[in-house]
């Protein structure tokens, strides 16, 4: 009975050993799912949702039949480095001002240095943060600032190469900062609303936002074989003397000649540092300094009607205000109602002479200026910088015996 059951066994033992010899063995892959038909769906219903509205337009300057400047060839231009994109970032401010002194290291030391943007609106972030802080929550938290809080932020934190931290995660191509500040401004709010001012763990939790998105700062940099720190840096290789820049502002509602607060948001921490000047030497001092090859840092408004990005050039139309009529009184009519504001910083590198007027080469890291030929460039007329550029950065040198004849140095 035994010899019978094994025998059993060992013939279902041989069928099984044919069956698993005969049977075929499935693959698997990864493929990317599709319901094209539910796709189709979900088009149509936002399709049908979906209020089709009418191409906005924008009342605007009509350029045709003007003979206007269309190269770079035609202007008298000052060394900088190329343009490049700011992305979608609000940091025009330390885009211009960075560029504008990569061009002040090449006129004075003919050294061709690129430096990390980022890397000051990293620290610009801690200390809005920290202001915020000590503030209660009063204090402003944006992504603009100005030109001078490049001078601020280096003169504590240092600056570094370019390449040492371009604040892209590899392979991004534009800088995108949109999530980066939703995410820190939602939660100061969040700090504001439940009162919790601890400073210490405010600013480690911005820091933890800004190296999730734009990386950490580094703490040295390798320059010709030897390690520095971002203090060093500036002091051995960018050798920029701060106290030899001066912020001009031409506003009629201060008193001239004295150093005053420039009263926009963007100056959050209420910076009073800007030497005030009437509107005629405002005008002389920035032409002067372009003709005798000092760029400019410079912002204003770029929100009007003869500001085109395809034609490349910023105007005053007539049927806003004629040339005569640009005087102190106009401009500071537009700063006081609001029609002016503060909400672009640019670099100018240029200057040409096309009959009786000035047009000025500008470098510009906005969208707007690349939709043009001349990719990152803009040219201004004399009559916008009159009317809407408010303030400018630029060589103390370039003051020369105003400073002396006004005493602004000694305040």
């Not at 399709?47 to 060839?73: A, C, N, Q, V, Y």
């Not at 910088?385 to 105003?402: A, N, P, Q, T, Y």
Request: a negative charge; glycine letters at 6%.
């Amino acid at each position: 009975m035994n010899m019978k059951i094994n025998i059993l066994f060992y013939v279902l033992f041989l069928l099984s050993i044919c069956i698993a010899q005969d049977q075929k063995k499935d693959k698997s892959i990864f493929v990317e799912p599709k319901n094209e038909f539910l796709e189709q769906i979900k088009k149509e219903i936002k399709s049908f949702r979906e209020i089709e509205e009418e191409p906005k337009r924008k009342f605007h300057m009509d350029f045709e039949g003007m003979t206007l400047p269309t190269s770079l060839e035609q202007f008298n231009t000052l060394w900088h480095q190329p343009p490049v994109s700011q992305g979608y970032t609000g940091a025009c401010w330390c885009f211009c001002a960075t560029s504008f002194f990569e061009s002040e290291i090449y006129r004075l030391y003919k050294k061709k240095i690129e430096l990390s943007e980022m890397y000051t609106v990293y620290w610009e972030y801690i200390e809005k943060a920290r202001r915020f802080v000590q503030k209660r929550g009063n204090s402003l938290f944006a992504q603009g600032s100005m030109a001078n809080a490049v001078t601020r932020i280096w003169r504590k934190y240092g600056i570094v190469p370019l390449e040492s931290y371009p604040g892209l995660a590899p392979g991004q191509k534009f800088h995108d900062h949109d999530k980066m500040f939703n995410e820190m401004s939602s939660y100061l709010a969040a700090i504001k609303e439940n009162n919790i001012w601890n400073e210490t763990d405010v600013l480690a939790n911005i820091k933890a936002i800004l190296n999730h998105y734009i990386g950490e700062p580094p703490l040295k940099v390798i320059i010709n074989y030897k390690t520095m720190t971002p203090i060093e840096y500036l002091e051995k290789v960018v050798q920029i003397n701060f106290d030899d820049y001066v912020d001009v502002l031409s506003l009629k509602e201060e008193e001239y000649y004295q150093k005053v607060v420039y009263p926009v948001p963007d100056n959050w921490w209420n910076n009073s540092d800007y030497f005030n000047l009437p509107l005629d030497e405002f005008m002389a001092l920035f032409k002067r300094a372009l003709i005798k090859g000092y760029t400019i840092s410079l912002g204003g408004d770029t929100s009007e009607p003869g500001y085109d990005s395809y034609t490349e050039v910023a105007m005053i139309p007539t049927f806003d205000i004629p040339s005569d009529y640009i005087d102190e009184d106009s401009r500071q009519f537009r700063f006081s109602n609001k029609s002016t504001t503060d909400d672009h910083g640019i670099h100018a590198v240029g200057i040409m002479k096309k009959g009786n007027d000035y047009w000025y080469l500008i470098k510009d890291s906005g969208s707007g200026a690349r939709n043009g030929i001349n990719k990152g460039y803009r040219f201004y007329h004399q009559d916008y910088v009159k009317l809407k550029i408010m303030d400018f950065m630029v060589h103390k040198d370039v003051l020369g015996d105003l400073l002396l004849e006004r005493n602004l140095n000694a305040q």
